[in-house]
């Protein structure tokens, strides 16, 4: 092979996601609004859960760290984003760009661990009520959530390490609003074969696995919702489960149209991707807080505690 006289390339350039600039401030202002939601709906959570004791159950403990990995996630891709169309410039330096990746799957994969989790121990608790507390206790529960971020661990320096090792000698545009395994491997000067390979099958796998995990899980769920007798319970248990699924398919939905295909590039790729960085972040919080009736009220005591904490300053 002949050695080429290459420059390296030691930035790109993100070309983001339109490059109209009406559509951009139309973009930015949504952007903007969705990300607020998103950090201010997750805190929420994650202030109700920790502060009111009737909540501190795993399933409201899963509830909570998700809520932390959707926060993150979330904050991995959009203030750079939207600091970027402020400053009218989209350079990312080569560094930047590979931990952009490296921490967008280790949110990603825990995210999908998790959700993975939180279909288990549904499981656990509708189809092995008896032994619910015994499966699910403390100990046990801090080993399945530090095992999920140990498994997004793995498969971060998976997708990121194998991206910091690819020759880029230019072009450096990169056709996304963040870096990705996949988009960065397209602009690499050597054979990119096993890097794309292994990107999709580290992927791919991942969120297969995760979801044969979350459809058996259900599977038997709704075998057994559907043997419950008073139609009371029988409502109560599918509203719960009702949510998770709606929150498990914004979140594989998406991944399954981006990982799980050969690499060529679709037009709907990025809008799919805004999908899962931006929507399944605001959604989530939405969908738990409206649809559960004990987090609601969970919020209204802790609206009622500070407004009496206020009134015991004025006295
Ligand atoms: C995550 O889950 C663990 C185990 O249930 C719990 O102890 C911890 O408080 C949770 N963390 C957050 C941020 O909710």
């Known amino acids: 092979m002949a050695v080429r006289n290459e420059t390296r390339v030691t930035e790109f350039l993100l070309l983001g996601i339109s490059s109209n600039p009406d559509v951009q401030i139309i973009i930015f202002v949504m952007f903007l609004a969705m990300y607020s939601l998103a950090i201010a709906g997750n805190l929420l959570i994650m202030i109700t859960i920790y502060v009111d004791s009737q909540l501190h159950t795993p399933m409201y403990f899963f509830l909570s760290n998700l809520s932390f990995i959707d926060l ?4 991995v891709t959009i203030p750079n984003f939207l600091a970027n169309v402020l400053k009218q410039s989209s350079t990312i330096s080569f560094r930047d760009c590979i931990a952009q990746v490296f921490f967008l799957h280790l949110f990603g994969g825990a995210e999908c661990f998790h959700l993975s989790l939180m279909a288990y121990d549904r499981y656990v608790a509708i189809c092995n ?3 619910y507390t015994t499966i699910m206790n403390r100990q046990a529960c801090l080993l399945l959530v530090v095992s999920t971020w140990a498994a997004g661990l793995f498969h971060a320096s998976a997708q990121a390490l194998p991206s910091s090792q690819l020759p880029f000698c230019g072009p450096n545009e ?85 990982y799980m295909r050969p690499s060529v590039k679709f037009a709907g790729d990025k809008m799919v991707s805004v999908f899962y960085a931006i929507v399944t972040p605001v959604l989530n919080p939405c969908i738990y807080t409206l649809r559960n009736k004990k987090v609601k009220s969970a919020m209204k005591r802790l609206g009622g505690r500070k407004v009496s904490l206020l009134e015991m300053q004025k006295n």
Request: hydrophobic letters at 50%; a positive charge.
């Open 72 to 75: 993150s996630f979330a904050t």
């Open 129 to 131: 009520p008896l032994r």
């Open 174 to 258: 990169i056709d996304h609003f963040f870096c990705d395994a996949l988009p960065l491997s397209l602009l690499a000067c050597s054979s990119t074969f096993i890097s794309e390979t292994t990107a999709i099958i580290n992927s791919g796998l991942i969120t297969l696995i995760c979801f044969l995990v979350v459809s058996i899980s259900y599977a038997y769920i709704l075998s057994t919702v559907l043997k419950i007798r008073s139609s009371e319970g029988r409502r109560k248990t599918f509203s719960t489960c009702a949510s998770h699924l709606l929150v498990v398919t914004l979140f594989f939905g998406p991944s399954v149209f981006i």
